[in-house]
């Protein structure tokens, strides 16, 4: 009997919960193939199985949460291949299998026993809280498994009482009665692991960091020339097209070179000064917000960057990102203006202590001199930056020089 367990993931990831069994039991197994799809805080991972045989046992199902070393299914590695079973295998199927194996060998007659659904540990629990008698739930499992759905869609037949009559029982089930704190149509949707994550998270560096936000405006006019020129000859040349993200990394990596502090991070109390520059770029993915890692943006030139930013982005849509995409990171940058977002205000990216947002290019009248005004795109900046180590002149000489960079892009060609 070999156990498959949920190995070491990541030095920040300790449990994950069940998304989809990939193998059924009956199934024969080859080592390295797939057997779970594990939903963590950051990214989905497919654990794979470093035995061949064939599993006999799933002891977890889609929703459990599962810790590091938890032991999820059994694998014999000297067994005969089942029939796989036409569904996901869990604890009550593997039960019900075990009993049909043991009735087939021994048909002798038992005494009445009395009956016990078949339901998911949600589900027990909801009808727990509920008061509701699982054996009087209908389940639309072709199997007759039920489900928190089961629960939730049962009423409760009407009681009868005897005259006087004192109070006349509502026909709505309890979780009808719980939703009548709305008086408008409304859907409950349980949130993702990775949602659960991003909110506690975002709450918890608001509540830990002293978090502030500074603001500056660039013209974007010699950054727009300077695409509209190179553009043609820099996709025919790299195969990527020439976009604003580079220009930004590259400004950042320069200004970071020039205000070390907006590069760092606490440790208790110490500052950990990273002579590094790993720079990650917020993505808006299917299943929440992600922030994969430009690695040693410094020794990267611009068709490196666009390249690496475009795969990056291509695997968040796709789902496909892995840990190694998101671990580290030494500053961030969002671009909310691929939205519409004319100025917003960044929220960190813990333990990181700066974050630079992008917002969308509007074309401002702009005062050139005393006499002159002109047209031009114009984009807000904002520099989010932890107080507590870095200083409004640290963060606004940042955020400035930034700014001077993106309006002079020819200096940033020169880092190339």
Known sequence: MIEIKVPELAESITEGTIAQWL????????????????????????????YSGIVTKVLKEPGDIVEVGDVIAIIEENTTAGAPSAVLATPEKAAEVETANQQSIQPEPELPKAVTPIASP???????????????VSSRDPLGRIRPDDVKAYTPAPVVKEEPKVEKPSSKSAVQQMDEEFDKPVERVKMSRRRQTIAKRLVEVQQTAAMLTTFNEVDMSAVMDLRTKRKE???????????????????????????????????????????????????????????????????????????????????????????????????????????????????????????????????RPVAIDRERMENRPMMYIALSYDHRIVDGKEA????????????????????S
């Open 23 to 50: 193998i059924n039991i009956g199934d024969k197994v080859t080592k390295g193939d797939s057997v779970v799809e594990l939903e963590t805080d950051k990214v989905n991972i497919e654990l794979n199985t470093d």
């Open 233 to 363: 000859a820099f996709f025919e040349k790299h195969g990527i097209r020439l976009g604003f993200m580079s220009f930004f990394t590259k400004a950042v990596v320069s200004a970071l070179k020039q205000f070390p502090l907006l590069n760092a991070e606490i440790q208790g109390d110490e500052l950990i000064i990273k002579k590094f520059y790993d720079i990650g770029i917020a993505v808006a993915a299917p299943e929440g917000l992600v922030v994969p890692v430009v690695r040693g943006a410094n020794q990267k030139n611009f068709a490196e960057i666009e390249q690496e930013i475009s795969n990056l982005g291509k695997k968040a849509r796709d789902n496909s990102l892995t840990l190694n995409d998101l671990q580290g990171g030494t500053f961030t940058i969002t671009n909310g203006g691929v939205f519409g977002s004319l100025m917003s205000t960044p929220i960190l990216n813990s333990p990181q202590v700066g974050i630079l947002g992008m917002h969308k290019i509007q074309i």
């Open 396 to 415: 606004v000489s940042f955020l400035a020089t930034v700014k001077e960079l993106l309006e002079d892009p020819h200096s940033l060609l020169l880092e």
């Open 122 to 136: 949600a589900a027990r629990k909801l009808a727990r809280e509920l008061g509701i008698d699982l054996t009087k």
